[in-house]
């Protein structure tokens, strides 16, 4: 057992990260005795356990995850939801309302064009999406407008319990709502969700760089003086 | 196609190399907006853009594979790349490059995580000085690892040749047109096994094993080159913020 990279540095694919018998999650590889990674990302050992996160890559749904996805096609008794992944997503209208009263006119309840923020039941075996948007927090999203950043940094979006998300809630008073994979949706003042906006954008550019929160609270601090 | 021109002054070569000397390699990744992952190469008088979509759903549809990932290469040069104008569009010798790119990427690649889908990998040659299959193999790897697909290894890749009885690395353009072989090679550096191994001209058996372990000593040093372009990026990026 030995590593051969520093925790948190950046690796490359193909770059031998450890030897030896180890535990290892997602990111990384095996040859023969070595764990190499298998994307651009940065290494995280704990427990003598090792996992990359990426730095780059396309949003791959997990069960459980939530989303906000925008209505591409109505079908007879579903809609096909573009969420940012390989994939289309798909919400059945069982899965979409607690009541459906008339599922003749699908188009009346959700629109080619309209913003959901959906919960993903299932990612089947041939990797389509089922979603489901029934419950409270989850449905159509009225008026606001939606950011979009890579899935890989949504994390620091959030920040660490929650503090980043917080800090711009706090700061310029709109609701936010982020989905897994990428998609911001946000609701306020005209002028604060282009700060939102603006601020959101930063942390997706400089989303590798430690000291993020105390970054964006500045440049919160300095628009919202203007 | 042999032409009287000497090829070495003094040990050296044409342009002023050592017989197992490789031309400036200069990388940058993440050019493009649009695109999933983008490089760009600058490899001796070679300029070279290439921009990575995917993975995405497969088109045509009876493309797909249900239990993995197809990768599409596609190779264009640019009418303005070489030196006499090239008839614009696909040709012969584009096609032909773009099915032993897509060869040559494709056991690096991880592609069983996303059945269904496709991956497209379009190489841009804006300016050529020989080696421009190699050039485009070694850019589109770092554009593949900056679009985040997940792959085994980094492809390296990098010619060998023969000029004047003599077994080179890296041919320029006078050495490639006018040599005696030219032999293509992109190496898997941790399997040490060549997913590309192209060859025109004639080599004797001795002469190609010295030509493949010029050209794997060549390949190596081009897989640094590649990791160190990756991670660049993201350090600059720190320093700029600082």
Redesign the interface.
């Known amino acids: 057992m030995e590593f051969l990279v520093k925790d948190r540095s950046?690796v490359?694919?193909?770059?031998a990260i450890a030897k030896g018998p180890f535990r290892y999650e997602y990111?990384v590889?095996k040859?023969e005795d070595t764990i190499?990674s298998?994307?651009?990302g940065i290494v995280y050992i704990e427990n003598d356990g090792v996992k990359v996160v990426?730095?780059?890559?396309?949003y791959m749904p997990k069960r459980g995850d939530d989303v906000i996805g925008t209505v591409v096609s109505i079908n007879p008794l579903s809609w096909d939801l573009d969420i940012n992944a390989?994939?289309?997503a798909n919400l059945h209208v069982q899965d979409a309302l607690r009541y459906v009263k008339d599922t003749s006119n699908l188009e009346r309840i959700f629109k080619v064009g309209d913003v959901i923020y959906a919960n993903v039941r299932d990612v089947g075996e041939?990797?389509d999406i089922v979603l489901q948007s029934k419950e409270r927090p989850y449905g159509k999203m009225k008026w606001g407008r939606v950011v979009n950043i890579h899935a890989?940094r949504v994390p620091r979006v959030i920040g660490k319990k929650g503090s980043m998300i917080k800090l711009l809630k706090q700061m310029t008073k709109c609701e936010i709502m982020v989905g897994q994979n990428g998609n911001i949706w946000i609701k306020g003042e005209r002028q604060m969700e282009d700060i939102v906006e603006r601020a959101i954008l930063k942390i997706d550019?400089?989303a590798?760089?430690p000291g993020l929160t105390d970054?964006v609270k500045k440049i919160l601090e300095t628009e919202l003086s203007r | 196609m042999e032409k009287d021109i000497k090829f070495f002054t003094n040990g050296k070569r044409i342009d002023g190399r050592a017989v197992d000397e490789l031309r400036n390699i200069k990388i940058e990744v993440g050019v493009f907006k649009r695109a999933?992952?983008s490089s760009y190469i600058e490899w001796g008088g070679n300029k070279i853009y290439c921009a990575v979509y995917?993975?995405?759903?497969a088109y045509p549809r009876f493309l797909q594979k249900?239990d993995r990932a197809i990768l599409k290469c596609r190779y264009n040069m640019a009418s303005f790349a070489v030196e006499e104008r090239k008839r614009p569009g696909p040709s012969r010798r584009g096609v032909e490059i773009g099915k032993v790119t897509q060869g040559a990427l494709e056991p690096a690649l991880?592609l069983e995580n996303?059945?269904?889908?496709m991956v497209e990998v379009n190489i841009e040659v804006i300016q050529a000085d020989a080696g421009t299959r190699c050039a485009g193999i070694t850019a589109a790897s770092v554009a593949l690892?900056?679009?985040?697909?997940?792959?085994?290894?980094?492809v390296p890749a990098c010619a060998a040749g023969k000029v004047d009885d003599k077994i080179v690395l890296d041919l320029c353009k006078e050495e490639d047109n006018y040599g005696q072989a030219d032999l293509p090679l992109a190496l898997l550096?941790?399997?040490n096994e060549f997913s590309l191994l192209q060859m025109d001209g004639d080599l004797s058996e001795e002469q190609l094993e010295e030509a493949l372990d010029l050209g794997r000593k060549g390949c190596l040093e081009v897989y640094e080159i590649?990791?160190e372009a990756?991670?660049k990026k993201?350090?600059t990026?720190?320093v700029a913020?600082e």
Do not use: W
């Open positions: 950046i490359t694919p193909g770059m990111g590889d040859f190499i298998s994307v651009l990426p730095l780059e890559g396309k390989p994939y289309m041939s990797s890989t550019r400089e590798h760089i970054r | 999933d992952g995917g993975p995405r759903e249900s991880l996303f059945p269904k889908c690892a900056n679009a985040g697909i997940p792959m085994k290894e980094l550096p941790r399997r590649q990791k990756l991670k993201y350090v990026e720190d913020n």
